[in-house]
């Protein structure tokens, strides 16, 4: 497998931590992530499946994939039965897997978008968030290496900006959390953070009566069910 891939993305960190009961895990200095968190746990699916993916050409294909949240990329089957990231994946619309659509956009990567045909359309990304500690010490989150390097998100974006996880992590120990961020589709296909801003400016002849709902019924833009219920809403609009 690469070398793993991480820049900052402080966008990303206004999603909330997903629940679960082994979460956080605690990784120590020099160990791999995928040698502490079990399989299941970073990645979408709890296996393999078959996906259709569409090309931003008009192509397609066939492949056996599965998302990654520790890289934040799709990892494939190759022809020799390896795991492999796709080349060029920034020439790929979307990655469709039946009953889960994952679509690729270009400032946000890989989110997992509401199949349905209305819009505003809700889409999540889940990822692993990985927290850097001093070195002998894991309790209490406390005494992070650099405040600077605290809000992580595996993703390429350049070898000019690049920076390789070994080197980042080699001496740390890591708290590893598993998040969630949420975004907002609108009819041209565009990805946008969930928040009010940007449904304002999805829908700006309603900015009015949106915010008044928001308020009315204390839309929290970091839960589902919240921006549930505010899609809902605006699609009656």
Not at 63 to 87: E, G, W
Not at 99 to 112: F, M, R
Not at 162 to 170: C, K, M, T
Request: glycine content about 4%; overall charge positive; aromatic content about 14%.
């Amino acid at each position: 497998m690469k070398a793993l891939i991480v820049t900052s993305l402080f966008f990303l960190f206004q999603g909330e931590i997903v629940g679960q009961s082994n979460w956080p895990y605690r990784v120590p200095a020099g160990v791999k992530v995928e040698s502490i968190v079990p399989f299941d746990e970073l990645y979408l699916f709890p296996a393999f499946r078959k996906c259709s993916i569409f090309y931003v050409d008009g192509n397609t294909s066939l492949a056996m994939a599965n998302y990654s949240l520790l890289y934040q990329k799709m990892v494939l089957i190759s022809v020799k039965k390896d795991t492999t990231f796709l080349k060029n994946d920034y020439l790929v619309q979307k990655y469709d897997f039946g009953d889960t659509v994952i679509l690729n956009d270009y400032k946000y990567g890989l989110v997992e978008v509401q199949k349905d045909s209305l819009f505003p359309k809700l889409a999540r990304k889940d990822f692993v968030h990985l927290i850097p500690v001093d070195e002998g010490t894991f309790d209490g989150y406390s005494n992070f290496v650099d405040p600077s390097t605290t809000n992580i998100v595996l993703r390429r974006v350049g070898n000019d900006t690049d920076r390789v996880l070994e080197d980042q992590f080699a001496r740390s120990n890591i708290i590893v959390e598993k998040k969630v961020a949420f975004f907002l589709i609108d009819r041209n296909h565009r990805v946008f953070p969930a928040s009010g801003k940007y449904i304002y400016r999805i829908l700006p002849r309603h900015k009015n009566t949106i915010r008044d709902f928001i308020k009315a019924e204390s839309i929290d833009f970091k839960s589902e069910a919240g921006l549930h219920k505010l899609l809902d809403f605006c699609r009656k609009l």
